[in-house]
């Protein structure tokens, strides 16, 4: 199994910031394309964001768009997810998960069965 790890996540006021990071122990990320979904209760997962191996593309939800980053340091066996501009919407568990690499990348809302991949997310509550 490949295990993810999400770290980051926290209590911020609506407009703040938060900086999500996305490693795993034991593989390498630079190998796989790797998307952030999110789970909100009582609401379908959503696909947040998604970066390909390399980092030249990437693809975001239309709610995210203009608001959030997604970026990778392989050196680091990093991938961030930089949210700016923070709404109360926002508040969900975050995930991620690898995907297949390509020139492109799709938005997961789950991880895929492929892999084997798990992860336990990390919670954002945007709220005053």
């Known amino acids: 199994q490949l295990q993810l790890v999400e770290s980051g996540g926290g209590l911020v006021q609506p407009g703040g910031s938060l900086r999500l990071s996305c490693t795993a122990p034991?593989?390498?990320?630079?190998?796989?394309?790797i998307g952030w979904f999110r789970q909100a209760p009582g609401k379908e997962p959503e696909g947040v964001s998604c970066i390909s191996g390399s980092g030249s593309h990437t693809n975001y939800a239309d709610s995210v768009k203009g608001r959030f980053t997604i970026s990778r340091d392989n050196a680091e066996n990093t991938v961030y997810l930089q949210m700016n501009g923070l709404k109360p919407e926002d508040t969900a568990i975050y995930y991620c998960a690898p995907d297949y690499d390509s020139s492109s990348c799709r938005l997961l809302t789950d991880h895929p069965p492929d892999f084997g991949s798990w992860g336990r997310g990390t919670q954002v509550t945007v709220s005053s």
């Open positions: 034991d593989f390498f990320l630079k190998y796989y394309a």
